[in-house]
């Protein structure tokens, strides 16, 4: 399981996803992983990183990647996140698929 410290959270430009600006700590991280945000000491939102960005011209070493997670037709879980305000916070991020199959 890789680690991302998340230095600041702000709202993509599109207004419909979030960018979670900060480090990776540890392992791997690409796009189609799963970021597992923190609720409560026992709940965690799941949601499927949609792109990593490298910021090169920031100059804080702290905010040089971006994970961003879009909330396309999901406005409620958007404000939801949006309002947990995740600053200077480390989360989990697992190689895990998000898409349930029926059978």
């Given at each position: 399981m890789a680690v991302f410290h998340v230095k600041k959270t702000s709202l993509g430009e599109d207004k419909t996803s979030l960018v979670f600006?900060?480090?990776?700590?540890?392992?791997?991280?690409?796009?189609?992983?799963?970021?597992?945000?923190p609720v409560t000491g026992e709940t965690v939102i799941k949601?499927?990183?949609?792109?990593?960005?490298?910021?090169d011209k920031q100059k804080d070493e702290d905010k040089k990647v971006g994970l961003v997670v879009d909330f396309y037709n999901l406005p409620d879980d958007?404000?939801?996140?949006?309002?947990?305000?995740?600053?200077?916070?480390?989360?989990?991020?697992?190689d895990e698929d998000l898409n349930i199959v029926n059978e």
């Amino acid at each position: 399981m890789a680690v991302f410290h998340v230095k600041k959270t702000s709202l993509g430009e599109d207004k419909t996803s979030l960018v979670f600006k900060g480090k990776i700590i540890e392992g791997p991280i690409s796009k189609g992983m799963t970021m597992e945000i923190p609720v409560t000491g026992e709940t965690v939102i799941k949601m499927k990183i949609y792109d990593v960005v490298q910021f090169d011209k920031q100059k804080d070493e702290d905010k040089k990647v971006g994970l961003v997670v879009d909330f396309y037709n999901l406005p409620d879980d958007l404000e939801v996140v949006q309002d947990l305000n995740i600053a200077d916070e480390d989360l989990n991020i697992a190689d895990e698929d998000l898409n349930i199959v029926n059978e």
